[in-house]
């Protein structure tokens, strides 16, 4: 059964952190962010493969912490053992880094969500940009110093306007504090780069789903609602036109990012790589056409309440161009909208097959 909210006592299995670390490759990887959603699938994935790998978390309550401690449970029974520990902590960071000989860092924590940064502005501060350069710091004090492929976000498009996305197209213009801490992330890496020679790849995410997902995710919101006979609020944007977004299925990510560990080449303390790619499904769709596809794999309609967008922080329309990580990564998304849907839904039936824990039953998301 799910868990209901942060456990009384963090319970760990006998798994250590050496076990953890160690590789049947020469790579050992810290994820940061492992009870979340990216993390916690690019850590299944790449420890499946032989890597050494390890996880941190601090476990905020952006969203309710249950599931986000049944994921790393789930990781500490294939091999990974995730610390309990906040970025800003430097001699955590220090420590873990040299300790366990860390050859990559796969920087995914992050205060997440764009309408929330309206709330609580400061924890994207102190999560994704002091946070972001305590990890630097850290690392630029290694020797060897770890290659770093860190999360960007579709959002630093902002309010561009020519469509698809392209990595070549300015991004100065941020929609939401969020958007803008993830620029920040992207100008810091490149001053790392060019100070340190630290070699940095950022990955700009289009909205990603799938299973074990966020529950303040369109996909996974919208699944509560329709299973409760409540009403969707979806947003429209001038004269009633439709949101857009290029939904992305977490298989598709992951193997984006497990080819960015592979692809990145060594910090130098010299001249070192420095590049940014956008890793989308090049194929956007309307909401209501996501809620269709829910529609059909929970095998209820929606209720629909169509409203004007607010000005929280969201953009009309997500496209990704994903042709330089075609060329450079080698990426290549599959999955289709209605089969990532149909895989999310067979999770979520099974996770809450004896029903939503209280602490999900009453959330809401910003």
């Known amino acids: ?104 860092v796969l920087a995914l924590a992050a205060q997440a969500g764009v309408r929330y940064a309206t709330k609580d502005p400061a924890s994207y501060v102190s999560s994704n940009i002091s946070g972001f350069v305590n990890l630097l710091e850290a690392c630029r004090f290694c020797d060897p110093m770890p290659r770093i492929v860190y999360a960007s976000s579709s959002s630093v498009y902002g309010l561009n306007t020519v469509s698809p996305f392209s990595e070549e197209h300015q991004v100065d213009r941020p929609a939401s504090l969020y958007a803008a801490t993830k620029k920040a992330n992207e100008m810091i890496a490149h001053t790392y780069n060019h100070i340190y020679g630290l070699s940095l790849t950022g990955l700009r995410f289009f909205t990603v789903y799938g299973p074990w997902g966020r529950p303040d995710m369109f996909a996974f919101s919208a699944t509560i609602k329709i299973h409760k006979g409540e009403a969707l609020k979806i947003f429209q944007g001038p004269g009633g036109s439709e949101l857009e977004r290029d939904f992305t299925f977490i298989d598709d990510i992951v193997a984006g990012c497990v080819a960015s560990v592979d692809k990145i080449p060594a910090s130098t303390k010299e001249t070192a790589h420095c590049k940014v790619y956008n890793l989308g499904n090049k194929d956007p769709v309307t909401v209501t056409y996501m809620i269709e596809c829910l529609e059909r794999a929970i095998g209820k309609k929606a209720i629909k309440n169509y409203v004007p967008m607010p000005p929280t922080g969201d953009v009309l329309k997500t496209s990704a161009d994903v042709s330089l990580a075609e060329k450079e990564l080698g990426y290549k998304p599959t999955t289709s909208l209605q089969d990532g849907i149909n895989k999310f839904i067979e999770w979520y039936d099974e996770y809450y097959k004896e029903g939503l824990t209280k602490e999900m039953a009453s959330y809401v998301p910003y």
């Open 1 to 104: 059964m799910p868990t209901d909210g942060a456990p009384a006592k963090y319970q760990k299995t006998a798994l250590t952190a050496a076990e953890s670390a160690k590789s049947k490759t020469g790579r050992v990887i810290l994820i940061t962010g492992t009870g979340g959603f990216v993390g916690f699938h690019c850590a299944l994935a790449l420890k499946k493969r032989g890597d050494g790998v390890l996880g941190m978390d601090n476990f905020n309550s952006y969203y309710p912490v249950g599931i986000k401690y049944d994921r790393v449970e789930t990781l500490e029974r294939a091999g990974v053992y995730t610390f309990k520990a906040d970025l800003n902590d430097r001699s955590f960071m220090d420590h873990i880094l040299k300790e366990y000989g860390v050859t990559h």
